[in-house]
């Protein structure tokens, strides 16, 4: 049938069917003929009106119509009472093993801090650092052992200490990503410090006293800590113990579950920083039978809800318990390199192309980016050991700045300056050559033969980009990030294009200036990634003035550090050396996992830039034409 009789023949019918869809009182058995009667329309035409205008218009009808009824309707809260009834009663449930650790390793840790303290008295100085404890002496000395609660204006502290309380336990929770090690890090901190804590009063002769004013609110805010160091366990579990799924599929559902979790300790989280603010500031006026009631009531509501009525909702709802969501992953390891990206698929399949890679790029980066890295970083902090006993401003510009020598202090850094951008372009070498090969086996002799013959070009490429980042100061950088895409893509044409030197070379420009919107955005959303991922552990808003400065915002690497320094002072005089080199240790390993997310996005970019000049994929399906058979289905019909 030729398609305008097609049309003509049944356009009455999709126009009563607008018509009807459209009005508010309609027939809905009308309707739901008219609604059948489309859908075979959409599929004759699919089969024989493919490229025509028809099967657009009513594929459109039809999927106007399909959304229409399965759309979601609006939360009630009826649903938002049912979360809080039953849904998430079951996740505790069910991670009930990993909050149950969070506890027992909690406690020992107090432990820990309590035997510690009882074996050195000078213990405390050490976790809560000189200041704290002095004042705590003198508030002792005084007759008022609590009066730091009762320094501060009563909103402004409910405020601070909610804000901090909040921060804290989501650091808790997020840094479970990482093989949970820094979860119990931080519960490790946290329990000695309370352990150090309690007993100094108690050396004190104050332990009930201390108790009654510190677990009013303690009670809240430490089971807080605690159940988010179980739900940061929970989502690092998912990542250790896969199971049937990808480890990635696995972090996804586990993730999930552990964020429900968190999203209920918010309004104790709050609780905790309102009773602190508004109670246990007065704690002195209030009788001894009010601070026990209260105590014991914010336990009871603790257990209640995290140990007897999940168990309560397990019993009704047995047949939920093992119910899992499942989400609709997509595990494609396949990847089109001959493709016109936007920016948004470019990031998309940066990250898939990044797990289908990894093994490769790590045994290089294992194997011999490290082990030059670790040389090279060892030697100068021996080149600037009597700068390493100071603590900087923005302390990881400082640090990268020794590590790579960019200060050109003396002739050590220049030469260790000019080694770095070989081991620069020895990772984007890796990443290049395992991006053309994700398909193929790992072989040295392969790698080795593209380093070869690709080497000095990936390295003259990438020089400029280099040069920038790292010669430029920090401030400075805010504004070179419009420059940068300017050489963004030199490095891929260097390391992925054919053809002679000086003709790569000039595709490198030519194809960054092309991409150069596309690079802007790439970066700016991989600046706004980078600093969302990392600000739980390190890099971002962590200012210092001096070692015991507070900075804006504290994270991991601040209390690791700290705790590093004030266990060094016990052992030696350069205890700030030993901060600096964990967080040295730390910052090698951002940079060795980001460096690739950032080499893949310039990859993909290449890939698109020359497809849309080049048009090699477009080239490639025209080789296709008749090879297609009359008869049967063949592999060329799927591309």
């Given at each position: 049938?030729?398609?305008?009789?097609?049309?003509?023949?049944?356009?009455?019918?999709?126009?009563?069917?607008?018509?009807?869809?459209?009005?508010?009182?309609?027939?809905?058995?009308?309707?739901?003929?008219?609604?059948?009667?489309?859908?075979?329309?959409?599929?004759?035409?699919?089969?024989?009106?493919?490229?025509?205008?028809?099967?657009?218009?009513?594929?459109?009808?039809?999927?106007?119509?399909?959304?229409?009824?399965?759309?979601?309707?609006?939360?009630?809260?009826?649903?938002?009472?049912?979360?809080?009834?039953?849904?998430?009663?079951?996740?505790?449930?069910?991670?009930?093993?990993?909050?149950?650790?969070?506890?027992?390793?909690?406690?020992?840790?107090?432990?820990?801090?309590?035997?510690?303290?009882?074996?050195?008295?000078?213990?405390?100085?050490?976790?809560?650092?000189?200041?704290?404890?002095?004042?705590?002496?003198?508030?002792?000395?005084?007759?008022?052992?609590?009066?730091?609660?009762?320094?501060?204006?009563?909103?402004?502290?409910?405020?601070?200490?909610t804000t901090n309380n909040m921060k804290v336990a989501f650091l808790t929770f997020f840094v479970g990503f990482?093989?949970?090690?820094?979860?119990?890090?931080?519960?490790?901190?946290?329990?000695?410090?309370?352990?150090?804590?309690?007993?100094?009063?108690?050396?004190?002769?104050?332990?009930?006293?201390?108790?009654?004013?510190?677990?009013?609110?303690?009670?809240?805010?430490?089971?807080?800590?605690?159940?988010?160091?179980?739900?940061?366990?929970?989502?690092?579990?998912?990542?250790?113990?896969?199971?049937?799924?990808?480890?990635?599929?696995?972090?996804?559902?586990?993730?999930?579950?552990?964020?429900?979790?968190?999203?209920?300790?918010?309004?104790?989280?709050?609780?905790?920083?309102?009773?602190?603010?508004?109670?246990?500031?007065?704690?002195?006026?209030?009788?001894?039978?009010?601070?026990?009631?209260?105590?014991?009531?914010?336990?009871?509501?603790?257990?209640?809800?995290?140990?007897?009525?999940?168990?309560?909702?397990?019993?009704?709802?047995?047949?939920?318990?093992?119910?899992?969501?499942?989400?609709?992953?997509?595990?494609?390891?396949?990847?089109?390199?001959?493709?016109?990206?936007?920016?948004?698929?470019?990031?998309?399949?940066?990250?898939?192309?990044?797990?289908?890679?990894?093994?490769?790029?790590?045994?290089?980066?294992?194997?011999?980016?490290?082990?030059?890295?670790?040389?090279?970083?060892?030697?100068?902090?021996?080149?600037?050991?009597?700068?390493?006993?100071?603590?900087?401003?923005?302390?990881?510009?400082?640090?990268?700045?020794?590590?790579?020598?960019?200060?050109?202090?003396?002739?050590?850094?220049?030469?260790?300056?000019?080694?770095?951008?070989?081991?620069?372009?020895?990772?984007?070498?890796?990443?290049?050559?395992?991006?053309?090969?994700?398909?193929?086996?790992?072989?040295?002799?392969?790698?080795?033969?593209?380093?070869?013959?690709?080497?000095?070009?990936?390295?003259?490429?990438?020089?400029?980009?280099?040069?920038?980042?790292?010669?430029?100061?920090?401030?400075?950088?805010?504004?070179?990030?419009?420059?940068?895409?300017?050489?963004?893509?030199?490095?891929?044409?260097?390391?992925?294009?054919?053809?002679?030197?000086?003709?790569?070379?000039?595709?490198?420009?030519?194809?960054?200036?092309?991409?150069?919107?596309?690079?802007?955005?790439?970066?700016?959303?991989?600046?706004?990634?980078?600093?969302?991922?990392?600000?739980?552990?390190?890099?971002?808003?962590?200012?210092?003035?001096?070692?015991?400065?507070?900075?804006?915002?504290?994270?991991?690497?601040?209390?690791?550090?700290?705790?590093?320094?004030?266990?060094?002072?016990?052992?030696?005089?350069?205890?700030?050396?030993?901060?600096?080199?964990?967080?040295?240790?730390?910052?090698?390993?951002?940079?060795?996992?980001?460096?690739?997310?950032?080499?893949?996005?310039?990859?993909?970019g290449y890939f698109s830039e020359r497809e849309e000049t080049e048009a090699l994929g477009l080239r490639k399906?025209?080789?296709?034409?008749?090879?297609?058979?009359?008869?049967?289905?063949?592999?060329?019909?799927?591309?």
């Open positions: 049938m030729k398609e305008t009789k097609f049309i003509e023949q049944n356009k009455k019918k999709w126009n009563r069917f607008e018509q009807l869809y459209e009005s508010k009182s309609n027939d809905p058995d009308e309707l739901s003929d008219l609604y059948m009667d489309i859908t075979d329309d959409l599929s004759y035409s699919q089969t024989f009106y493919r490229r025509r205008t028809v099967r657009v218009y009513l594929n459109k009808l039809a999927q106007t119509v399909y959304t229409g009824v399965h759309k979601q309707k609006g939360e009630s809260i009826r649903r938002f009472i049912d979360v809080w009834r039953v849904s998430l009663p079951l996740e505790i449930y069910r991670s009930r093993k990993n909050l149950l650790f969070a506890l027992v390793a909690f406690t020992i840790y107090a432990l820990i801090g309590v035997v510690t303290t009882m074996i050195d008295p000078d213990f405390p100085r050490v976790v809560m650092g000189d200041y704290y404890v002095d004042m705590t002496i003198e508030n002792i000395q005084n007759g008022n052992p609590l009066k730091v609660y009762e320094t501060t204006d009563q909103m402004a502290m409910f405020v601070n200490i990482f093989f949970t090690i820094g979860t119990h890090m931080l519960l490790f901190y946290n329990g000695v410090m309370l352990g150090a804590f309690q007993y100094f009063f108690h050396a004190k002769g104050l332990l009930i006293t201390s108790f009654l004013g510190i677990w009013i609110h303690g009670a809240f805010e430490i089971s807080a800590i605690v159940l988010a160091g179980g739900a940061g366990i929970t989502a690092g579990n998912g990542l250790l113990f896969p199971g049937s799924y990808t480890r990635l599929q696995s972090l996804q559902l586990s993730t999930k579950r552990g964020l429900k979790i968190m999203m209920s300790l918010v309004p104790f989280i709050v609780a905790a920083g309102f009773l602190e603010s508004y109670v246990t500031h007065n704690y002195q006026n209030l009788p001894e039978w009010s601070k026990w009631t209260l105590i014991l009531f914010s336990f009871a509501l603790i257990l209640f809800f995290y140990v007897f009525y999940p168990i309560y909702v397990a019993r009704k709802h047995p047949e939920l318990i093992d119910k899992e969501e499942v989400g609709n992953f997509e595990d494609r390891k396949i990847f089109d390199l001959h493709k016109i990206r936007g920016s948004g698929q470019v990031m998309a399949d940066s990250f898939r192309m990044y797990r289908v890679i990894f093994q490769k790029i790590a045994r290089v980066f294992l194997l011999i980016v490290l082990p030059i890295i670790a040389v090279l970083v060892i030697l100068q902090d021996f080149n600037h050991y009597e700068l390493q006993k100071t603590q900087y401003w923005y302390d990881w510009s400082a640090q990268l700045e020794f590590m790579i020598g960019y200060g050109f202090r003396n002739t050590q850094d220049i030469i260790v300056f000019t080694i770095w951008t070989f081991v620069f372009a020895l990772i984007f070498s890796t990443l290049f050559w395992a991006i053309q090969n994700y398909e193929k086996t790992f072989s040295w002799k392969d790698f080795f033969s593209y380093l070869k013959q690709r080497f000095f070009g990936i390295w003259v490429g990438n020089l400029f980009f280099a040069l920038i980042c790292l010669l430029l100061p920090w401030y400075l950088l805010l504004f070179a990030i419009f420059l940068l895409p300017f050489f963004y893509l030199n490095a891929a044409a260097m390391g992925i294009s054919k053809g002679k030197f000086k003709e790569r070379f000039r595709k490198g420009f030519k194809y960054s200036k092309q991409h150069y919107g596309k690079s802007l955005v790439l970066l700016l959303v991989l600046i706004g990634l980078t600093s969302i991922i990392l600000q739980p552990v390190a890099f971002v808003f962590s200012i210092h003035d001096t070692w015991s400065d507070e900075p804006q915002m504290r994270d991991l690497l601040d209390m690791t550090a700290d705790f590093v320094k004030r266990i060094g002072q016990i052992y030696s005089t350069d205890y700030m050396v030993w901060a600096n080199v964990l967080r040295q240790i730390v910052y090698v390993i951002f940079m060795l996992g980001l460096l690739p997310l950032l080499v893949i996005t310039m990859a993909f399906q025209f080789e296709k034409f008749g090879k297609r058979s009359n008869t049967q289905e063949t592999p060329v019909d799927f591309d």
